[in-house]
């Protein structure tokens, strides 16, 4: 069955570096997301990308944030100058379409710690 | 803001037993739900969408919707230890661009 793939599953980095995590969605899906969960928090939307686009962004997705589809496969998150409180699980996800029918599979996550 | 609610839990129920998780939404556009479950340390996986009223069945799972009262719910019958888990409530907005996620429900099945 296909999934969603992320790597790397654990980043360790010092605050003020930057990350870049990595996500391959499903090969027939469309749309990507970013999600985070902080530990013992709730899931939170960070960013869709539709067409090389973004196509939606909360205001968690700040200026220090980018996202990039830099080939036919990976969708990629770049994190510029990361804080302590950007320690958390970051979740992929892809789905086939938008519109109501938008079932959205998520990918194991990358726990990225921040020091 | 845009809310999706959850009990906290935990809930425990005994093996055998039907579970029974709520939601309740804010946003009257929604028109998407949808179930995950996520195991500690795990992401989210998806057992059920619902899109219309009524109720939907997938074995064990069953999914009610109720948009009048801005309300669902997900049934768990025949519980298993297995199925101790974190239950997630989300709700696409009116956009569909993302979903809203509820804190979750965290189900304790007790052999």
């Known amino acids: 069955e296909p999934e969603v793939t992320q790597t790397p599953s654990h980043q360790v980095t010092q605050m003020g570096q930057e990350v870049i995590l990595r996500c391959v969605p499903i090969?027939?899906?469309?749309?990507f997301y970013w999600y985070r969960q902080i530990l013992g928090q709730k899931v939170e939307f960070l960013v869709s990308f539709y067409n090389n686009e973004i196509s939606e962004k909360s205001e968690i997705f700040d200026d220090q944030f980018s996202v990039e589809r830099p080939d036919g496969s990976n969708f990629t998150l770049k994190i510029r100058s990361t804080k302590l409180e950007d320690s958390a699980m970051y979740f992929c996800a892809s789905s086939v379409g938008l519109a109501v029918y938008n079932e959205q599979f998520f990918g194991p996550g990358t726990r990225l710690t921040v020091l | 803001q845009k809310e999706v609610e959850q009990n906290s839990g935990p809930l425990s129920v005994p093996e055998g037993a039907i579970a029974s998780l709520n939601c309740t939404y804010s946003?009257?556009?929604?028109?998407?739900f949808f179930w995950y479950r996520q195991y500690s340390g795990k992401s989210p996986e998806l057992i059920m969408s619902i899109y219309s009223n009524g109720d939907k069945e997938d074995g064990r799972f069953t999914a009610q919707l109720n948009k009048a009262s801005q309300y669902v719910s997900l049934l768990i019958r025949d519980s298993q230890p297995s199925d101790s888990a974190t239950y997630l409530c989300a709700v696409n907005g009116a956009s569909y661009d993302k979903v809203i996620f509820g804190p979750g429900t965290s189900l304790s099945v007790i052999p």
């Open positions: 946003d009257r556009g929604s028109q998407s």
């Open positions: 090969s027939n899906h469309l749309y």
